[in-house]
């Protein structure tokens, strides 16, 4: 069966988009204009493919649009232009903070870098991106679940989804995995990390707080 270019280059952009970590509020890899890099960033990637002189899709400066610049267009595929990101979590916390029920369950903190209130109700965390809705945040607690302007909001790790709180329905290995952030349609990730293995006890985060620098 003949596999179309379209249909390669898709399937790699998802594979690269698996592979790294992601994160930014106004994605680079946005051609068009609207702040989100979809089919129409792809299409316009592909027309600027190999052709000199470079043009938009020059992401690395290099005055060619080739594979390196595919990979940056990768990393923000399907990214939303919220500007929420995860923040820190902690994929071992053994003795450091209790949950409202008192277990020391892991955590995942959200923190909102603009300048209005988002209500997260609706959207999507998981620990499998492959699987954007693993766990659905509540719609029914805006009280619950909305991050004020420049503020935190910290959803708890431990599959006790029925517990009073912000309680995902898994638990973070700390050997490594992902988290990813998804908007209300499934699809469209606001912000995602590919964490290494961790320590009991100590957080991984962005150091200073909302920037690309992550730290133990």
């Known amino acids: 069966m003949h596999t179309s270019p379209w249909a390669t ?15 930014a509020v106004c994605p680079p ?7 989100e890099v979809t089919s129409l960033d792809l299409q316009m990637f592909a027309e600027q493919w190999l052709v ?11 005055l060619r649009v080739n594979m390196s610049d595919f990979v940056h267009l990768s990393r ?11 923040n820190e ?13 008192g277990d020391y369950d892991d955590w995942i903190e959200i923190r ?14 998981t620990d499998d991106p492959t699987d954007p809705a693993m766990w659905r945040i509540p719609t029914n607690s805006p009280t619950l ?29 700390a050997a490594g995995e992902q988290i990813a952030l998804f908007d209300v349609d499934g699809v469209s990730i606001i912000d995602g990390i ?4 961790q320590a009991p006890d100590i957080s991984f985060g962005r150091f200073p707080d909302g920037s690309d620098t992550w730290r133990f």
């Not at 679940?145 to 290995?173: N, S």
């Open 9 to 23: 280059l898709l399937t790699l952009v998802v594979t690269a988009l698996l592979s790294c970590a992601v994160w």
């Open 29 to 35: 890899g946005d051609l068009d204009g609207d702040c």
């Open 52 to 62: 000199a002189p470079a043009g938009s899709a020059d992401f690395n400066g290099d």
């Open 76 to 86: 923000d595929w399907h990214k939303s232009n919220l500007p929420l990101v995860i």
């Open 89 to 101: 979590f902690m994929a071992a916390n053994t003795r450091t903070l209790r949950d409202p029920q």
């Open 112 to 125: 909102n870098l603009g300048d209005t209130d988002i209500n997260l109700g609706g959207m999507y965390l």
């Open 145 to 173: 679940t909305t991050v004020p302007a420049g503020g935190y909001l910290l959803i708890w790790a431990d599959t006790h989804t029925e517990d009073v709180g912000l309680h995902a329905a898994f638990r973070l290995d």
């Open 194 to 197: 590919d964490f290494p293995e």
